[in-house]
Nanobody, 128 residues
């Protein structure tokens, strides 16, 4: 079982930046995973949870079209901390941001139902 704890959310004005972190415990640092996908999702008010970005075992990154060029996903070399740098924030980026992990490739990474382990979420509010 992997435990995930997000931090770094907050309130900013449009055009501002935030950096989210997700600390993962329960991952065996010394283990080489054949497949490990770490991802960020968000849930805007009154809407379904949606994929934001993902990073695979080899470091391949994927992004939702709505955040390309503004958000950057990364992780530390131990693969136990996941980050999301969010720049040029827009009001439509408002929502609860969750990190998620699955021991599969990042194929169809945007399907929330395919992830078993989730953090509790951190609120991001962008005002115009």
């Amino acid at each position: 079982q992997v435990q995930l704890v997000e931090s770094g959310g907050g309130s900013v004005q449009a055009g501002g930046s935030l950096r989210l972190s997700c600390a993962a415990s329960g991952l065996a640092i010394s283990t080489s995973y054949s497949a490990l996908c770490m991802a960020w999702f968000r849930q805007p008010p009154g809407k379904e949870r949606e994929g934001v970005a993902a990073i695979g075992t080899a470091g391949t990154k994927s992004y939702a079209d709505s955040v390309k060029g503004r958000f950057t996903i990364s992780r530390d070399f131990t693969k136990t901390t996941l980050y999301l740098q969010m720049n040029s924030l827009k009001p439509e980026d408002t929502g609860i941001y969750y990190c998620a992990v699955r021991f599969l490739s990042c194929a169809s990474w945007y399907v929330a139902a395919d992830f078993r382990d989730w953090g509790q979420g951190t609120q991001v509010t962008v005002s115009s």
